[in-house]
């Protein structure tokens, strides 16, 4: 049955002073961290390295000098009276310049299937900006089977399993980019995530280190044959600045507070702050993940970006672009990119809708599937639930 809204706003209102209390309790706290902010960001660079000089995981360490950005805000001063002023300004920005992204969609295993199978389907968008609007776009895709989904660790899930076959894929497809345009620094990858991987603290050892693993080819292929790499983030939970202003001025533990949030109501469209050297404690407990990252452990930087009326995005990239002096100019194609996909980067947005697997492709995926079992004589059964799914959605 459909949710009844009546119920829903009954509910809601029952809770109504606990959500009130979490946003002033929330309120308050922000505001510290804003005066704190203020007062912090008034540090020269030389400054701030000295007060962190007795601090280990910091959250972030300054990389790019801080120089009197109140509140650590850069000022782009990009403003247009209409979009097609901004526009030109992208073409400018974006001719001739190749920018590539991946994504990937999944079927995972079921329980209404007898035998464990999943399907793993990645797509790309490469886009040169030229003239004549060619581009390449394309898919891949990979079953994977009982023996694939078997894990070394009997409490990993399966669905676990299928995400990180997709991500291999991903990473796998971004490297073979890099691999055919070494050396050129007129093109710009795309990350759709983050090259921190945080999420994978609380996995077992071997999904932990997969990960790892992974972003470190990524890392490293970049770095390597020097292709720029920006891993974008729209919607950011991070909290390095917190930490680091929590560190230099002993303010309260606020574990809801991000660093967009802080950052936001200060910026305007372009604006961004300096680059961090990222330099994340552990959560929960867990040993930090960038202990895991060899060489690359101090070797992604991070700053945040406006590029919609929400939050500032977080935006990542190799320390390595700015040592090159390209961070300027990569950060301007990131913007291009958003200005094109009406505030998120198009190659991405775009590789999604390439990638994704709809209601109809599952379904030719599971009529396939039972009919190649028959063709090969492999015992493979559908539950009831299953066929009556199918029937149900393909009327």
């Known amino acids: 049955m459909p949710l009844k809204p009546s119920e829903i706003l ?35 660079t030389p400054e701030m390295i000295a007060a962190l000089a007795d601090h280990s995981h910091t959250g972030g360490r300054p990389l790019e000098p801080l120089g009197n950005s109140l509140n650590w805000v850069i000022r782009s001063n990009l403003k247009w009276t ?7 300004w992208v073409r400018e920005r974006l001719m001739g310049i190749t920018t590539f992204a991946v994504d990937g969609s999944q079927i995972y295993p079921s329980k209404d299937i007898s035998i464990p199978i999943g399907l793993v389907q990645v797509g790309w968008f490469e886009n040169p900006h030229l003239p004549l609007g060619s581009y390449d776009k394309d898919v891949r895709l990979e079953v994977l089977s009982p023996e694939d989904l078997k894990p070394q660790d009997r409490g990993t899930p399966m669905d676990r399993l299928v995400n990180m076959h997709r991500f291999r894929m991903e990473v796998q497809r971004m490297i073979e980019f890099m691999e055919g345009h070494a050396h050129r620094t007129d093109c710009l990858v795309f990350l759709d995530g983050s090259l921190v991987a945080t999420f994978a603290e609380k996995f077992d050892v071997d999904c932990r ?18 292709v720029p790499l920006v891993a974008y983030i729209d919607t950011s939970r991070a909290r390095d600045l917190i930490q680091l202003l929590q560190r230099l001025n002993q303010l309260p533990a606020a574990p809801s507070l991000t660093d967009a ?20 404690q552990g959560e929960n407990s867990h040993q930090a993940i960038l202990q895991d990252y060899e060489d690359q452990a101090e070797s992604i930087a991070f700053t ?5 009326e929400g939050p500032p995005v977080r935006i990542e990239l190799p320390v390595w672009v700015y040592e090159a002096g390209l961070h300027p100019t990569v950060l301007d194609f990131v913007r291009g990119e958003v200005i094109i996909g009406g505030g998120y980067p198009y190659v991405i947005e775009t590789a ?25 004589d492999i015992n493979l059964r559908f539950s009831r639930k299953m066929i009556s799914k199918v029937l149900r959605r393909g009327n």
């Open 209 to 226: 280190q997969f990960y790892v693993q992974q972003l470190l080819n990524l890392l490293r292929a970049s770095e390597r044959l020097r």
């Open 304 to 308: 945040y970006l406006k590029t919609h």
């Open 82 to 88: 209409s979009r097609e002023q901004s526009l030109d």
């Open 10 to 44: 009954h509910a809601l209102d029952h809770k109504q002073a606990e959500f009130q209390d979490f946003h002033q309790a929330t309120l308050q706290v922000l505001e510290q961290y804003r005066q704190a902010l203020v007062q912090v960001s008034q540090k020269s």
């Open 352 to 376: 999604d809708r390439i990638a994704v697997l709809q209601a109809e492709d599952r379904q030719i995926f599971f009529r396939l599937l039972q009919e190649w079992a028959e063709k090969e």
């Open 261 to 280: 949030a802080l950052l936001g109501g200060n910026m305007e469209w372009g604006d961004r702050t300096p680059l961090f050297r990222c330099d994340r």
